[in-house]
């Protein structure tokens, strides 16, 4: 099956009230055990890289791996760039063939914000590529789009204003989550995710969903979140398998053998988002 985008995918999840995991790769195995996820439980899925990740390789190289494993699925792929922070960088992944662009303005002022993703938005729009943007700042730190705890949330009138004015295709909310380990559990503002649906129409997209309790990520999907993204905790598992090898055998020196362990957990750790986010079975 070939690339698909992002654009149907989310409002069939709108509309039937789940939502789709996107899981953030960084090698060959990763997107292997991602895929392997998906079509064992029969659901669609996104694969996305950040902009640090394609600093490591280019936009091409993980375009390639997710290309050729959407190719041999039988269930819908989409390859998503996460928190793309710059023009430049979100032309480089749409020019690779991505199926959906993030653009990353959270950082900048409202106008700001809305004048670059607007960008954005006219330039993949002309090819039918969904854009994705953020408006408040979820905490912690994605490679270099940095927040922290005392960043304002998604102010709902502010989201609609934006919405407007760009174009999106869905928006990024920062309802309480963060980037990377959480030190507690995270306290989610519930009310504020649902006063943005009840104004926003399109779908919404939960960040920094690594460590927020499964329950919080269904009431969040309940509230109309469309899109769920993992990415630290599958780091955390890929490095599990890596470790847990070389502990037990230090002489291993063929990566093949600790990243086969590295893949098959973060294969375990994917299926269970999906039943999560309830998207199995929606292939």
């Given at each position: ?19 789709v995991?996107a ?5 060959m ?5 991602v ?24 936009v091409d190289?993980?375009?390639e791996?997710?290309?050729v ?19 430049d ?34 330039a ?6 969904p854009?994705?943007?953020?408006l408040?700042?979820?905490g ?5 789009t ?8 998604t ?21 309480g989550?963060?980037?990377?380990v959480?030190?507690?559990v ?13 104004l ?33 905790d ?14 037990n055998?230090?002489?291993v020196?063929d ?5 086969a362990?590295?893949?098959?957990y973060?294969?375990?750790y994917?299926m269970?988002k999906?039943?999560v986010v309830?998207?199995?079975n929606?292939?």
């Amino acid at each position: 099956m070939s690339l698909v985008t992002t654009k149907e995918l989310l409002l069939d999840a709108q509309k039937n009230g789940y939502a789709v995991g996107a899981f953030n790769v960084e090698n060959m195995e990763m997107v292997q055990a991602v895929v392997a996820a998906a079509e064992e439980l029969h659901s669609p899925v996104i694969m996305q890289t950040t902009s640090g990740t394609i600093k490591y390789a280019s936009v091409d190289y993980f375009y390639e791996n997710v290309k050729v494993a959407a190719q041999n699925a039988s269930v819908p792929v989409v390859m998503h760039l996460d928190h793309g922070n710059s023009f430049d960088i979100a032309m480089k992944a749409f020019r690779a063939g991505y199926t959906s662009i993030m653009i990353d303005g959270s950082a900048k002022s409202f106008e700001e914000n809305i004048a670059l993703t607007k960008s954005v938005v006219d330039a993949c729009h002309a090819a039918n590529i969904p854009v994705e943007a953020e408006l408040g700042k979820v905490g912690g730190k994605e490679d270099d789009t940095i927040g922290g705890e005392n960043d304002p949330y998604t102010n709902p009138k502010e989201a609609v204003e934006f919405v407007e004015k760009t174009g999106i295709d869905s928006l990024a909310v920062a309802i309480g989550t963060a980037h990377g380990v959480y030190k507690g559990v995270p306290k989610l503002d519930m009310d504020r995710l649902s006063e943005i649906r009840k104004l926003v129409s399109i779908p919404l997209v939960l960040h920094g969903t690594s460590g927020v309790p499964d329950g919080d990520v269904k009431e969040c999907i309940k509230r109309g979140i469309c899109k769920v993204n993992y990415a630290t905790d599958l780091r955390i598992a890929f490095s599990k398998g890596v470790k847990e090898v070389l502990a037990n055998d230090p002489t291993v020196f063929d990566p093949k053998k600790y990243n086969a362990l590295g893949r098959e957990y973060v294969k375990e750790y994917v299926m269970n988002k999906i039943n999560v986010v309830g998207s199995a079975n929606r292939a």
